[in-house]
């Protein structure tokens, strides 16, 4: 059971936008910690896509956003390409566990 | 270019230890932190271990303390994760992870990602 909570599964056609939520509680997100958000394409290690709840590193596309409010956040994904099929995992600090945390994880299927 | 390329993993026996190597260039190593992130199979990413530029401070999740032990040696740019009394459930890809930052805190985030070692703990 991970301490950030993220849906299994999201899917969406080709062009259209998609959501994954992170669910937290006071002792991470509530607490005021940022939340990060990484891109595993298969068989590949992660790669950093959103760092400081909202920040883009060059390199990745506007289409990609996310945001923070009280103890969860949300990665939205507009446009929606074949090549964004990945897992998505978000990333935050647990006071209460005085450590790094991620969530479990979201596969993202474009139909 | 910022290069991370781990080494070391391999089949190793239950109570058994191994030594992961993490080698980096294209950047000023001495300068940053550094932590290890593992992936079991077909699951999640997990916090394993940090460590501060100077190697003089170091953090560990509770599922390894004890047992793993991380170190660094600046003179050869190379991050180290020496692990002992493993356990089938240590089995997993584990990643070499930089952040800009001396220093780990709450706010850190983790870039770049070496392209990860497998280890696998099986009799």
């Known amino acids: 059971q991970s301490v950030l909570t993220q849906p299994p599964s999201v899917s969406g056609a080709p062009g259209q936008r998609v959501t994954i939520s992170c669910s937290g509680s006071r002792s991470n997100i509530g607490t005021g910690y940022d939340i990060h958000w990484y891109q595993q394409l298969p068989g590949t290690a992660p790669k950093l896509l959103i760092h400081g709840n909202s920040n883009r590193p060059s390199g990745v596309p506007d289409r990609f956003s996310g945001s923070k409010s009280g103890t969860s956040a949300s990665l939205a994904i507009t446009g929606l390409q074949p090549e964004d099929e990945a897992h998505y995992y978000c990333q935050s600090y647990d006071s209460s566990l005085s450590g790094w945390v991620f969530g479990g994880g979201t596969k993202l299927t474009v139909l | 270019d910022v290069q991370l390329a781990e080494s070391g993993g391999g089949l190793v026996q239950p109570g058994g230890s191994l030594r992961l190597s993490c080698s980096a260039s294209?950047?000023?190593?001495?300068?940053?932190?550094f932590f290890w992130v593992r992936q079991a199979p077909g699951r999640g990413l997990e916090y394993v271990s940090g460590?501060?530029?100077?190697?003089?401070?170091?953090y560990y999740a509770d599922s390894v303390k004890g047992r793993f032990t991380i170190s660094r040696d600046n003179s050869q740019q190379t991050l180290y994760l020496h692990m002992s009394s493993l356990k089938p459930d240590d089995t997993a890809v584990y990643y070499c992870?930089?952040?800009?930052?001396?220093?780990?805190?709450?706010?850190?985030?983790?870039?770049?990602w070496g392209q990860g070692t497998l280890v696998t703990v099986s009799s």
């Open positions: 294209g950047f000023p190593f001495s300068s940053y932190a």
């Open positions: 460590i501060s530029s100077k190697g003089d401070n170091t």
């Open positions: 992870v930089k952040i800009v930052a001396a220093t780990p805190d709450p706010y850190n985030w983790f870039d770049p």
